[in-house]
């Protein structure tokens, strides 16, 4: 027994040494920090407006249409370059919160329990917070982005990184976001960070010189749409669900193509296959409309002169919410299915245009536009409709395609027929 002086201020304390076995064994919290970096000691007031600062760009970002969508991803840059784990777990935490809030609120909209759901988007959030810390912002947003029905994958931002590089940009940006990181020097990554800002800024003028982001529109090989038009409809107010039909109808023009939004019935309501046939033959328009389809999987049914009184299905929802609106894989039975080569337009029903792997399959489809309907009720008042515009726009620089949208509430989208 050994003994020693513990301070000034107290007498002998006795001392015992620890056995070897003790001394070989690591304490449980030594053996969860590196993995829950956040479990090492409260969070400190920094680190507390570093998360309040991460979330701030985050929704800045997200749902602010003249913020560039590239502020809500600073929280990552800040954790690629720092070389603390609890730095980089609330940078992180910052950005984590609003896919997750977004979803959790959605389910909570929809009549789920929030005792269960509160808590299971708090064990999310740092759960995907500490594996991005622990491990490489590159590999988690692979990870997360090939789950179908993940809606924050860092890698959505790939599109203003690596403008007109298709599929091939992650090819590239995750291997180089895995080499950064494994260097311990943050000077050493700013400057790699700095070769890719630069090389970065290279293709976006060289995309405006040379008119990349719109080669599709100017292509003898691609299809070429006249202009599309959007029109709001956020303001008609009515009392009965005819009422408002009857009011986005007499706003489609006659001899036109209009796209509406998601759910604007269900498949088995005859009464929505009458009504929008019947406009569709007055006007001589062609409609295509989002219908709740079975298992409450998303529809598009075409309407015209042509196919009426039986409305034709053009597309269904590959991926959803599972065991909402989907299951927990696509949609799919095979991998032509999923590329669906050369069709114009390609679909996306609201879900589907925040998860990489429906956008994997619009870019390998060869499409020029793709054609976004959505329907926001189960997130409002989160402006969602903000932030899918801005994933939009990211896969339009990756692909070189054009995205149109259409929500239920906010818009419809016109174009006028070929023989006008």
Request: with cysteine.
């Amino acid at each position: 027994m050994i003994t020693e002086f513990t301070s000034r201020r107290t007498a002998l304390v006795p001392y015992v040494a620890p056995t070897e076995a003790q001394a070989q064994t690591p304490h449980s919290s030594v053996l969860l920090r590196p993995i829950f970096p956040s479990l090492r000691h409260s969070p400190t007031v920094l680190e507390w407006c570093l998360f309040c600062l991460c979330t701030c760009l985050t929704a800045a970002g997200f749902f602010l249409e003249a913020v560039p969508f590239f502020v809500a991803y600073i929280p990552f840059l800040v954790a690629i370059v720092s070389d603390r784990l609890s730095t980089k777990f609330w940078s992180v935490a910052g950005y984590f919160i609003w896919p997750v809030v977004i979803s959790a609120w959605g389910l909570i909209q929809l009549g789920h329990n929030p005792l269960y759901v509160a808590p299971l988007a708090f064990l999310i959030v740092g759960s995907f917070s500490a594996i991005t810390a622990w491990g490489s912002v590159g590999l988690v947003g692979l990870l997360l982005g090939v789950i179908p029905f993940f809606p924050g994958s860092p890698l959505l931002i790939t599109g203003s990184i690596l403008p007109g590089w298709d599929i091939w940009s992650y090819f590239f940006l995750v291997p180089f976001l895995i080499f950064v990181e494994l260097h311990r020097i943050p000077a050493a990554k700013i400057v790699y960070l700095g070769l890719l800002a630069i090389f970065t800024t290279t293709l976006h003028l060289a995309d405006f010189r040379m008119g990349v982001l719109s080669k599709n529109a100017v292509s003898a090989q691609k299809v070429i749409y006249p202009t599309a038009q959007s029109i709001a409809i956020s303001d008609i107010q009515a009392v009965t669900r005819n009422g408002y039909w009857d009011a986005i109808a007499s706003r489609i023009p006659e001899n036109t193509t209009a796209i509406l939004g998601e759910n604007i019935f269900r498949h088995t309501e005859r009464v929505g296959w009458s009504y929008w046939c019947r406009t569709a033959i007055e006007k001589n328009a062609t409609l295509f409309i989002g219908v709740q389809g079975k298992n409450s999987i998303g529809e598009v049914w075409k309407f015209d002169a042509q196919v009426c009184p039986t409305p034709e299905r053009v597309y269904q929802a590959q991926i959803g919410v599972p065991g909402i609106t989907g299951e927990w894989t696509p949609n799919v039975t095979d991998w032509d299915e999923w590329r669906a080569p050369n069709p114009e337009p390609q679909w996306l029903i609201c879900f589907e245009a925040f998860s990489m792997v429906r956008w994997g399959g619009v870019g390998l489809s060869g499409a020029s536009h793709a054609l976004v309907i959505s329907n926001d009720k189960w997130t409002e008042p989160l402006p969602v409709g903000v932030l899918r515009r801005h994933v939009g726009r990211e896969f339009d620089k990756l692909f070189g395609i054009k995205t149109v949208h259409a929500d239920t509430k906010r818009n419809i989208v016109i174009v006028q027929n070929r023989d006008n």
